[in-house]
C-alpha cells in the first residue's frame, strides 16, 4: 500500500464492529453507508488511525489503515 498523507482519497473497504458497536440506530446506518465509499484524509492520527470524511464531505470519523485502501488520482 502506497504511504497514506492527509488529503489523500481512500475507499472504504471496512467498518469494523467495535466502531458501531455502542452508537445510536442512525449513526450505525451512517457508517455502514460508508463501505466502498472514497473519501478524504483530513488526519493522521496516533497508532495507525486515520480521521475522515463522510462521503459527504462532513468531518468525520476514525478507521485504522488496514480499513481502507488508497485511490490514486
Known sequence: ???????DRVRIVN??????RDLPEEDRKRLAAQKGEIVTVLELMPHGYLWLSFVDGADGFSLQLSDVEFVAD
Open 15 to 20: 467498518i469494523p464492529e467495535w466502531l458501531l
Open 1 to 7: 500500500m502506497a504511504t497514506v498523507q492527509t488529503g
